[in-house]
């Protein structure tokens, strides 16, 4: 079955604790991505990978980091989480053919708190 | 910047009635749209998705949205909601980049559909 599987689900942590929240597709899909969804805010983009070792900023990055060593993983990582990065969280990807996306296939989410 | 605007926040219908989201998307050459639908504690789920061709596109669950590129305008319809409907919708937009890599989806800000019995 065609999916992205984000671990954990569920996450609170304390403020300054790192943490990575794992994103792991089956579709051997080129591009990936992480968003934030916040209310009234929709869906933000933080960071987008075009292919393995190929990362690049989206709306949102700072205070994450991501890494694109393997085509099917693009874990997130907190280094140094603040309360303001409480919010829920959801792996996408893609097709993503050169100069175009196709549909988006997104994750279960993991809503973090920081505390 | 590119954006996409979801005008109505939250919906309210009764069951039966018929539905019709806005959205609009700001100027960025060639796009693909896409409706997305989160229904309570899930991940979204694509509803619909236009790329090119008719510009009346069909999806599941009885939605369908018609793309408007004079009015830069996707916009999804329902004749007749059910109260499984309830849920979120997001509208997104992926603005083809002129450097020929793949560009990002942006998404409107969502409208919540409460559907009554």
């Known amino acids: 079955e065609a999916q992205v599987t984000q671990n954990p689900r569920y996450l609170i942590t304390v403020t300054g604790k790192k943490l990575t929240v794992t994103c792991s597709q089956n579709?051997?899909?080129?591009?990936m991505s992480w968003y934030r969804q916040d209310p009234g805010l929709g869906l933000r983009q933080i960071y987008y990978s075009m292919n393995v070792e190929v990362t690049d900023k989206g709306d949102v990055p700072e205070g994450y980091k991501v890494s694109r060593k393997e085509k099917r993983n693009f874990p997130l990582i907190l280094e140094s989480p603040s309360p303001n990065q409480t919010s829920l969280y959801f792996c996408?990807?893609?097709?993503?053919?050169?100069?175009?996306?196709?549909?988006?296939?997104f994750g279960q989410g993991t809503r973090l708190t920081v505390v | 910047a590119q954006s996409v605007s979801q005008h109505n926040h939250h919906v309210i219908l009764s069951e039966a009635a018929s539905l019709e989201l806005g959205c609009n998307y700001s100027y960025g050459g060639t796009v693909n749209l896409f409706w997305y639908v989160q229904y309570p504690g899930q991940h979204l789920q694509l509803l619909l998705k236009y790329f090119s061709g008719d510009p009346l596109v069909k999806g599941i669950k009885g939605f369908e949205a018609e793309f408007i590129k004079s009015k830069f305008s996707f916009n999804l319809r329902k004749p007749s909601v059910q109260w499984s409907d309830t849920a979120e919708y997001f509208c997104a937009v992926n603005y083809h980049g002129n450097s020929g890599t793949a560009s990002k989806l942006t998404f409107g800000t969502g409208t919540r559909l409460q559907v009554t019995l």
């Open positions: 579709m051997n899909h080129e591009y």
């Open positions: 996408a990807s893609s097709l993503g053919p050169r100069g175009a996306l196709t549909e988006a296939f």
